[in-house]
């Protein structure tokens, strides 16, 4: 069944192309067109277009399929293009003339987009609630191991000390920054774009903001091409939410890969969370970190994947932006997958004790102790051309490091502070 079907047959290679696996993608979003046509279904009700009795079978058949979305039973087989003929199909069958009546005053177009922004609106809220228990997390860890030291790196050379507490609490105040993001991407989704039908509104006297209250949006996107046109700036504001949010668990992957490491040997983890060598009997490999890395690394591309789809497109709908859904929802449910496997695992690390004493460390305080001699009234530059010239002699030794208590300094972390910045 096709919601356009005309009475002409399609080349069957058209239409392969054409639909692609949207069948297959729009499970994702089945449940979100069944509560927009539950919606639209009520508002036609109250704007006379259907009667209450019509309105009482179609919500019987929608409770039908929400107990089948439920119990994953409801499928979409291979005669129907995608969701929205499916449950068009399921109503006609069921109900006959009345289930023809849903269609009044939407068009397809219109119920992607809205179908579309209920999903990234509840999965969006979804991924916030995971990084703000992320974000916990590691506030914990960076109290539990402040006065750990831990090598400071610059270069990848050794640099300053630094600690286990500001290397936590580094990512939990970056993710702050992604919350940011996120919360405008869920303010531009959180716009109920359902009666802009193809992009040009309706001659019925459908009321919009009764929707936008049933579907629970905030408010409306009244402009209805403006609403059409929502489409890709959606996906492309949400795109750079997700690839911000991934720039920093991918850094955070690799710090984890790179310490683990018997090169640096900062961190491990229970064996149970590595992998091992079809060869190498030794091997313990951080194959989730190595995964949630390349996992984020893919999702920093969507972005300019969803620019480049759209960036040149005139006003209305275009079929351009069926592309749009595969690779938005798969990032989605790979950014929701990867922060449940982040924090579970992270939650197990083991912190190490550093031997500052080792010769690699050895300039590790050199800059404090220029800063000492700084103190005892000699002038920077003095300072450092006099520990810059032991160093070049060969007659520095290594000193021990000194308190830094500054705000966000490795001896006054501000972790309340922190805390308070996480966005409610």
Known sequence: MKLWDKGIDIDQKIEQFTVGNDREIDRHIAQYDVLASQAHAKMLEKVGLITSDELKLLQEQFDIMTKQLEN?????????????????????????????????????????????????????????????????????????????????????????????????????????DDVYLLDAALKVVDQNPLGSAAGYGSSFPIDREFT???????????????????????????????????NTLSRFAMDICLYSSQNFDFIGFPDQLTTGSSIMPHK???????????????????????????????????????????????????????????????TQIKVKSVDVGDPKYKFMYSVDKINTLVEQGISFR?????????????????????????????????????REKFPK
């Open 72 to 176: 994953d039973a409801f499928k979409i087989d291979a005669q129907f293009e995608d969701v929205h003929s499916k449950i068009e199909f399921e109503l006609i069958q069921n109900l006959g003339e009345v289930g023809k009546k849903i269609h009044t005053a939407r068009s397809r177009n219109d119920q992607v987009l809205v179908a579309l922004h209920l999903y990234y609106k509840e999965r969006l809220q979804d991924i916030r609630s995971k990084v703000g228990q992320f974000f916990d997390t590691l506030l914990s860890l960076a109290e539990t191991h402040k006065d750990k030291v831990l090598p400071g790196y610059t270069h990848l050379q050794v640099a300053m000390p630094s600690s286990f507490g500001l290397w936590f609490s580094a990512y939990a105040e970056q993710l702050i």
């Open 284 to 346: 313990k490999n951080p194959d989730v970190f190595e995964l949630i890395r390349g996992k984020c690394n893919r999702i920093q591309a969507l972005p300019s994947e969803m620019i480049l789809i759209t960036n040149n497109l005139p006003s209305g709908y275009h079929r351009d932006y069926q592309l749009l859904k595969e690779n938005m929802i798969s990032g989605i449910e790979t950014m929701t997958s990867v922060l449940e496997i982040f924090d579970y695992s992270i």
């Open 212 to 246: 936008t209250q049933a579907l629970g949006f905030s408010t409306l996107k009244y402009n209805v091409v403006a609403a059409q046109m929502s489409r890709g700036k959606s996906e492309r504001t949400v795109a750079m939410a997700l690839g911000s949010l991934s």
């Open 382 to 418: 003095e300072a450092y051309q006099q520990i810059g010239k032991q160093i070049n002699e060969g007659t520095y030794e290594a000193g021990s490091v000194k308190n830094h208590s500054h705000e966000g300094s490795m001896g006054n972390l501000c972790l309340d502070k922190i």
